[in-house]
């Protein structure tokens, strides 16, 4: 293994001062199919279906043929070096993981599967690192506060994953077998297809990993996954939905406890119904039901734990459209219940919830404006709001500006841990105000944003009052810019992400832990006939594992590549070398000091039968 690299301090320059000179010297034609490629559809910034243009937010789509030429192993592969975006983890393969969106904590953004919510109520966090990024079949990335649509937690952005949708007509039946280095094994199946109303979506997979040490000197840390999936619905003739969806990982991961070696045995589902009536032909009704799971069972250093979440949640959405404009107006309700081996003061608490957004087009200026109110019996009343304004400078340019306030939830942990808890605490709020301006042509795009972002009333546990446990004790401010850019032509495709974020903790002037401050990622890949090439390079400054800023971690180039070949009608075949180089390099550290190891060099292939 070789030492890790500091990121090149020229090289954010260089990207933001060259690229868009290239794609803005490409043609600017009218490509239907081309433009919504580059201004793609999302629904997670507004509820509704946008081009990335008319979102009035700083988007990322990762779609279903960025997922299929990447094949990436984990969502973090994934994610890591997306605009805004950075990545810890401890160790590789199913270790714990934190995702931060603009330099907030992993805990201060939300995940969604298909509209539902997922996380831990005892740790605020997602378990990302326990989905396989083969079940889902895109990835809608909003950077930006969205609390008044999403409520608690939705500070530095939402990230929300779409499972396979179905197929026309069928069934279309796929499978997929592969394996490679740390004796990998990945197998996955599929079945989808339509019938007259009916639209039906199965899959399952499995993933099996000796794994690597996550500190010099361990032994191998394997980790284990079986998931599944099912997704049915029916369109009447009338124009009313019916439809369900279930989602189920299930494994075992191992990893070590202060040099001890442990395990967990974990269950990450989703299960949600809905129904969709069309009451006229301007107003839809949407009501929805659906829970969430986090489950871990563990054995460490301090013996057997045991953490069960469960949230239910039920949302009415109705949705008017007058004209240009939209109106959506909702209520939510929810529960969150834990369960295990630590007995909670408390084990449940309720959320209400009323939202309304009107999304008003008087173009060339558009407008979004937002509130909700929650009410949560556990730390009290939360307003949120937003209002984003957007004008198109021309046919290829738009500007936009926006300021949002969101809050995060204090968890069950920081309220009702047994000795620790603090029951009076209150959630932590922010407010965000951003500038952006987006570069759309026939064959390109580009988009540029500034932003900055103040929380107030950070939860942190120290030594208050005569004793030790989580108060509301700090406060940051964090500042960015971001720069996204894409190109489509002649079997080329690039993509490139350049971030700065300054995440400062305002009492001491410190970064926030575990954050690097510069960022660039670049995709190049390119068809050729019946092949395809490509790679990523992915280079990040240095940051620090501690809140002093004395534990410095160093920066590091990482370069990823891949090919595919398509050798015989509905059959392919795929090759992914991850960390070409054989970098070592580390985003936390044990409490020891040692480093929480990554994966070097490692080779996956795969055969695939299915459509293309």
């Keep these: 293994m070789k030492t890790g690299i500091n990121a090149p301090r020229g090289l954010a320059a260089f990207g933001l001062a060259a690229l868009p000179l290239a794609l803005q010297a490409q043609s600017a034609g009218t490509d239907t199919d081309e433009s919504l490629r580059l201004n793609p559809l999302l629904v997670?910034?507004?509820?509704?279906?946008?081009?990335?243009?008319?979102?009035?937010?700083?988007?990322?789509?990762?779609?279903?043929?960025?997922?299929?030429?990447?094949?990436?192993?984990?969502?973090?592969d994934l994610l890591r070096g997306q605009p805004g975006v950075d990545v810890t983890t401890n160790g590789a393969f199913g270790k714990n993981s934190s995702v931060f969106i603009r330099g907030t904590d992993s805990d201060q953004n939300v995940l969604l599967i298909d509209g539902i919510r997922l996380r831990s109520a005892t740790t605020g966090g997602a378990a990302w690192q326990f989905l396989d990024p083969r079940m889902f079949q895109r990835a809608e990335i909003v950077r930006g506060p969205r609390g008044s649509l999403y409520g608690a937690d939705a500070v530095g952005g939402v990230v929300q994953l779409f499972t396979h949708e179905a197929e026309e007509g069928g069934p279309h039946p796929h499978i997929s077998v592969g394996g490679g280095s740390f004796d990998t094994q990945r197998y996955s199946a599929g079945l989808s297809g339509s019938s007259g109303g009916t639209r039906y979506s199965f899959a399952g997979s499995h993933f099996n990993t000796d794994g690597v040490p996550v500190r010099r000197g361990g032994d191998?840390?394997?980790?284990?996954?079986?998931?599944?999936?099912?997704?049915?619905?029916?369109?009447?003739?009338?124009g009313t939905e019916l439809g369900l969806l279930a989602l189920r990982a299930?494994?075992?991961?191992?990893?070590?406890?202060?040099?001890?070696?442990?395990?967990?045995?974990?269950?990450?589902?989703?299960?949600?119904?809905?129904?969709e009536l069309p009451v006229t032909d301007n107003l839809r009704s949407r009501l929805t039901l659906n829970e969430a799971r986090d489950e871990s069972d563990t054995i460490d250093a301090f013996g057997f734990s045991v953490f069960d979440t469960r949230t239910q949640t039920a949302r009415w959405e109705n949705t008017l459209n007058v004209g240009f404009h939209e109106l959506v107006v909702g209520i939510e309700h929810s529960e969150d219940r834990v369960s295990g081996t630590t007995d909670f003061d408390e084990d449940s608490r309720d959320n209400t919830a009323v939202f309304a957004q009107g999304l008003l087009d008087f173009s060339p200026l558009s407008v979004q404006a937002s509130l909700r109110h929650d009410d949560?019996?556990?730390?009290?009343?939360?307003?949120?709001?937003?209002?984003?304004?957007?004008?198109?400078?021309?046919?290829?340019?738009?500007?936009?500006?926006?300021?949002?306030?969101?809050?995060?939830?204090?968890?069950?942990?920081?309220?009702?841990?047994?000795?620790?808890?603090?029951?009076?605490?209150?959630?932590e709020t922010s407010e965000t105000f951003e500038l952006g301006v987006?570069?759309?042509?026939?064959?390109?795009?580009?988009d540029l944003a500034a932003?900055?972002?103040?929380?107030?009333?950070?939860?942190?546990?120290?030594?208050?009052?005569?004793?030790?446990?989580?108060?509301?004790?700090?406060?940051?401010r964090i500042r960015g810019v971001e720069f996204s850019a894409g190109t489509e032509l002649a079997n080329w495709t690039l993509q490139a992400a350049l971030t700065y974020t300054d995440p400062e903790d305002r009492e001491t002037s410190n970064r926030l832990p575990r954050r690097a401050s510069r960022s660039l990622r670049l995709d190049v890949?390119?068809?050729?006939?019946?092949?395809?090439?490509?790679?990523?390079?992915?280079?990040?400054?240095?940051r620090y594992n501690d809140a002093d800023n004395e534990e410095r971690l160093p920066g590091f180039g990482l370069v990823n590549l891949r090919a595919g070949w398509q050798f015989a009608p509905f059959w392919s075949a795929r090759l992914t070398v991850e960390n070409v180089l054989d970098k070592d390099f580390a985003t936390a550290r044990f409490l020891d000091g040692d480093d929480f190891l990554n994966a070097g060099r490692a080779a996956f292939v795969s055969v695939r039968y299915g459509a293309q």
Excluded at 262 to 274: K, L, P, R
Aim: aromatic letters at 14%.
């Design 250 to 275: 299930r494994g075992n991961t191992e990893f070590d406890s202060f040099g001890s070696p442990a395990n967990t045995d974990f269950v990450q589902q989703v299960a949600g119904i809905y129904g």
């Design 376 to 427: 949560n019996e556990a730390f009290g009343d939360e307003v949120t709001g937003s209002l984003a304004l957007g004008y198109e400078l021309d046919a290829h340019h738009t500007l936009r500006a926006s300021y949002g306030t969101a809050f995060k939830a204090p968890t069950f942990n920081d309220l009702f841990f047994p000795g620790f808890g603090n029951p009076d605490l209150d959630a």
């Design 220 to 238: 191998d840390k394997g980790y284990d996954n079986a998931s599944g999936l099912a997704r049915l619905s029916h369109t009447f003739d009338g």
């Design 451 to 476: 932003y900055q972002t103040h929380i107030d009333d950070l939860i942190a546990f120290t030594f208050q009052d005569g004793r030790f446990s989580a108060f509301n004790v700090n406060e940051a």
């Design 44 to 76: 997670t910034a507004t509820l509704a279906p946008r081009t990335a243009d008319q979102s009035l937010a700083s988007v990322t789509l990762l779609d279903e043929a960025t997922l299929r030429r990447q094949d990436p192993v984990s969502l973090t």
């Design 438 to 446: 987006r570069g759309r042509y026939r064959h390109a795009f580009w």
């Design 525 to 542: 890949d390119r068809e050729l006939g019946d092949w395809s090439l490509g790679g990523s390079w992915i280079v990040q400054n240095h």
